[in-house]
């Protein structure tokens, strides 16, 4: 139990445009999915807490305009990259909680999506 | 000061060695201790977790927490090439939405 999916796991595409990814809780239901950021060789770096119903919450240095955050379900959240650019090439990864137990600590972590910006 | 420190390594060892690998804190509300496996362009891999101080086992897997020194440990025993991997630490407090606070990982190589 406890599966997160990430869609797609690799996407390329070219500077200036945007690129959805997509995180689900197979098997469970989530209010709080997490978006992390990694580059290589380096930690997760969160970006923002996404709440089912309501806006995310984006951690300092993330900008919440180039980076959009939709929970619109309790199993699934999106992630938008717009106006991407080299730069933000990197692996990005979610997380969810299990709403049941929702005093629980744990976080289930998705395979990552990589993403290269041409 | 980051939050959670963590060596990056690169760790070499030869298989069957006993693997030491530790991260220090600064924040005093963290409850909840996690180490992670992650290989290349995979996601993390919980490997085991501690509420509070103590130490736990699981299998060739001993996490070991003290508060007081606020300093975390994980061992390998009898350590195999397919451990080869990015070992990372994670933190959590009782609070709020529970975030995570990840070390930068240690690289991990053991070799045959």
């Known amino acids: 139990g406890a599966v997160v999916s990430q869609h797609p796991s690799w996407v390329i595409c070219k500077s200036g445009t945007s690129v959805k990814i997509e995180c689900r809780s197979l098997?469970?239901?989530?209010?709080?999915m997490f978006w992390y950021r990694q580059f290589p060789k380096q930690s997760l770096m969160l970006m923002a807490t996404?709440?089912?119903?309501?806006?995310?919450?984006?951690e300092q240095g993330v900008e919440k305009d180039k980076f959009l955050i939709n929970h619109a379900s309790l199993t699934l959240s999106t992630l938008t990259v717009t106006s991407a650019h080299p730069e933000d090439s990197s692996f990005y990864i979610c997380?969810?909680?299990?709403?049941?137990?929702?005093?629980?600590?744990?976080?289930?972590f998705g395979p990552g999506t990589r993403l290269t910006v041409t | 000061q980051k939050e959670v420190e963590q060596d990056p390594g690169p760790l070499s060892v030869p298989e069957g060695a006993i693997v030491s690998l530790n991260c220090t804190y600064s924040?005093?509300?963290?409850?909840?201790f996690m180490w992670y496996r992650q290989y290349s362009r995979k996601g993390p891999e919980l490997l085991m977790y501690?509420?509070?101080?103590g130490n736990k086992e699981d299998g060739r897997f001993t996490a070991q927490v003290d508060k007081s020194s606020k300093y975390i440990s994980l061992f390998i025993r009898d350590s195999q090439p397919s451990d080869s991997a990015t070992y990372l630490c994670?933190?959590?407090?009782?609070?709020?939405?529970?975030?995570?606070?990840f070390g930068t990982g240690t690289r991990l190589k053991v070799l045959a």
């Open positions: 997380s969810a909680r299990d709403v049941p137990n929702s005093q629980s600590y744990e976080q289930y």
């Open positions: 996404s709440n089912e119903g309501s806006k995310a919450t984006y």
């Open positions: 994670a933190m959590s407090s009782t609070s709020g939405t529970y975030k995570y606070i």
């Open positions: 924040n005093s509300a963290f409850q909840y």
């Open positions: 098997d469970f239901q989530a209010t709080t």
């Open positions: 501690t509420y509070s101080s």
